[in-house]
């Protein structure tokens, strides 16, 4: 069995409140929403989460911010739809966060 | 009249409470009803601990100044204010800091001190839009 040490694990996955076109919803909240829902999939608090990975129209700093959360480690490297893939295997060769919060591309006419 | 910086568009849904506020002359603060907390800028999340309960209300508009720049140069042609303008970050009565401008002051390092205190004033723009501006409370003991 392959050692876990030193790997990345998806621990908790979640998705904003509502999907589809949201015109009352803001990327911003589409985001929040995810990562507090995704958070909360995993038992953790919000506290935990010490890195976060975005691809997209936000950066990581600002998504931290907005959470008031100060991470370890931040990445907002978007190369197209396999960055969530890319992401997750530099976590895994590199660890520099315990608890990374990935928040995908969310789609809405704010 | 011809406006003097650009305008936030679209004004995001969870902002809203926030201009409406403005557009009558009160100046409205997301907080969080968990932990009974303002902050600033408006958003769904409390930074605090994570509440998603928001609620709004009136800020008494005093704060003081937290820090200034006196701006020579325009930041951007979009900004035609005439320089020089005061570049405010004010920290308000409840706690939260915002970016705006310090008015009816001399733009002068002299007449300006940080921790001065400060009281809004509304400057309506257009229909939509009102800004919350700030110039040196006129009451002795106005803030904190």
Same mark, same amino acid.
């Given at each position: 069995?392959?050692?876990? $040490?030193?790997?990345?694990?998806?621990?908790?996955?979640?998705?904003?409140?509502? !999907?589809?076109?949201?015109?009352?919803?803001?990327?911003?909240?589409?985001?929040?929403?995810?990562? &507090?829902?995704?958070?909360?999939?995993?038992? +953790?608090?919000?506290?935990?989460?010490?890195?976060?990975?975005?691809?997209?129209?936000?950066?990581?700093?600002?998504?931290?911010?907005?959470?008031?959360? &100060?991470?370890?480690?931040?990445?907002? &490297?978007?190369?197209?739809?396999? $960055?969530?893939?890319?992401?997750?295997?530099?976590?895994?060769?590199?660890?520099?966060?315990? $608890?990374?919060? $990935?928040?995908?591309?969310?789609?809405?006419?704010? | 009249?011809?406006?003097?910086?650009? +305008?936030?568009?679209? !004004?995001?849904?969870?902002?809203?409470?926030?201009?409406?506020?403005?557009?009558?002359?009160? +100046?409205?603060?997301?907080?969080?009803?968990?932990?009974?907390?303002?902050?600033?800028?408006?958003?769904?999340?409390?930074?605090?601990?994570?509440?998603?309960?928001?609620?709004?209300?009136?800020?008494?508009?005093?704060?003081?100044?937290?820090?200034?720049?006196?701006?020579?140069?325009?930041?951007?042609?979009?900004?035609?204010?005439?320089?020089?303008?005061?570049?405010?970050?004010?920290? +308000?009565?409840?706690?939260?800091?915002?970016?705006?401008?310090?008015?009816?002051?001399?733009?002068?390092?002299?007449?300006?001190?940080?921790?001065?205190?400060?009281?809004?004033?509304?400057?309506?723009? &257009?229909?939509?839009?009102?800004?919350?501006?700030?110039?040196?409370?006129?009451?002795?003991?106005?803030?904190?």
């Amino acid at each position: 069995m392959r050692a876990l $040490s030193n790997a990345a694990c998806i621990v908790g996955v979640d998705e904003s409140d509502e !999907i589809g076109t949201l015109p009352h919803k803001s990327q911003l909240s589409l985001h929040l929403e995810a990562v &507090t829902n995704a958070v909360r999939d995993a038992g +953790l608090r919000m506290a935990d989460v010490d890195g976060i990975f975005t691809a997209g129209q936000h950066s990581p700093a600002l998504l931290g911010e907005a959470l008031g959360i &100060t991470p370890r480690y931040v990445d907002g &490297t978007s190369v197209g739809g396999c $960055s969530f893939i890319i992401t997750a295997s530099s976590r895994s060769s590199r660890p520099r966060a315990s $608890s990374a919060a $990935s928040a995908g591309p969310a789609r809405s006419r704010p | 009249m011809e406006l003097e910086r650009p +305008l936030p568009h679209p !004004i995001t849904p969870e902002a809203r409470p926030y201009w409406e506020g403005l557009r009558e002359h009160r +100046l409205m603060l997301p907080g969080c009803l968990d932990c009974g907390r303002s902050f600033f800028y408006p958003r769904i999340v409390c930074p605090y601990c994570h509440s998603r309960q928001i609620v709004w209300t009136q800020a008494s508009g005093r704060g003081r100044l937290h820090a200034f720049e006196i701006a020579y140069q325009p930041m951007g042609r979009a900004f035609t204010v005439k320089p020089p303008y005061v570049l405010a970050m004010i920290e +308000l009565e409840e706690g939260p800091r915002m970016m705006s401008n310090l008015i009816n002051v001399e733009p002068d390092p002299r007449a300006i001190r940080c921790d001065m205190p400060v009281e809004v004033v509304f400057e309506r723009l &257009t229909d939509e839009i009102t800004l919350p501006l700030f110039q040196p409370a006129r009451a002795a003991g106005g803030g904190r």
